[in-house]
Every structure is written in structure tokens, then in C-alpha cells.
């Protein structure tokens, strides 16, 4: 079992900038690739990145490229997610995820998450 929590969430003005950061407790973290998704109201969930297990390859929703940043710090089980030059379509609940992969096609997150976080609100004002 692997359990995750999210922090970092918050209400910024557009332009601003916030750091998501997903804690992760029980096996092996660096087993596990990693994937921030969001949904907005009415929308599905999308993967917003993704990252693999030691953190040579990285994966972008075109929406996000440029902007966001994921890393992950297996010494302390915790994957971030830079968000930069934030725009009011970034308003989403976000959550981080846990694939048990050890490939590196990552849109390959889009399927068969083993565990989820609870999920931590973005809200970008305009």
C-alpha cells in the first residue's frame, strides 16, 4: 500500500506561480512512476505530467509544456510540480498518482494507477 498527500494548492493571481508537492508513505516510492492529473469542473482528468521512476523522463500535456515542471526527490518519496506563468484554465483539482512501472513511456499514466492522493485545489484568478 502506498499512500499520498498532496500540498501546495492555493489561490493565485494569473502570472503567478505555485509548487505542488505529493508525499508519498509505504513501499518502495522509487518503484513507482509518478503523474500529476487535474479536473476541472465538468471536465475529465487529464494527465498534466508525469515522471518516471528515477526521474530521467519526463512527460507533458502540451497545455501545461513550458510552464509546469515535475521532479521528484526519491530520498524523501516526494514528486513536485512547478507551476509557473499560471493561467485561469490551470483551475483544477489536482492529484498525484503511482503507476508500479518501470518503463518510461509515460503516457502510459493515463491507465492502471495503482493509488491515488486525495487531490489539492488550484484556483488562478484573472
Known amino acids: 500500500q502506498v499512500q499520498l498527500v498532496e500540498s501546495g494548492g492555493g489561490l493565485v493571481q494569473a502570472g503567478g506561480s505555485l509548487r505542488l508537492s505529493c508525499a508519498a508513505s509505504?513501499?518502495?516510492?522509487?518503484?513507482?512512476?509518478m503523474g500529476w492529473f487535474r479536473q476541472a469542473p465538468g471536465k475529465e482528468r487529464e494527465l498534466a505530467a508525469g515522471?518516471?521512476?528515477?526521474?530521467?523522463?519526463?512527460y507533458y500535456a502540451d497545455s501545461v509544456k513550458g510552464r509546469f515542471t515535475i521532479s521528484r526527490d526519491n530520498a524523501k518519496n516526494t514528486v513536485y510540480l512547478q507551476m509557473n506563468s499560471l493561467k485561469p484554465e490551470d483551475t483544477a483539482v489536482y492529484y498525484c498518482?503511482?503507476?508500479?512501472?518501470?518503463?518510461?513511456?509515460?503516457?502510459?499514466?493515463?491507465?492502471?494507477?495503482?493509488?491515488w492522493g486525495q487531490g489539492t485545489q488550484v484556483t488562478v484568478s484573472s
Open positions: 515522471i518516471d521512476w528515477n526521474g530521467s523522463v519526463v
Open positions: 509505504g513501499r518502495t516510492f522509487s518503484n513507482y512512476a
Open positions: 498518482a503511482a503507476k508500479l512501472y518501470s518503463g518510461n513511456y509515460l503516457p502510459s499514466l493515463r491507465y492502471d494507477l495503482n493509488y
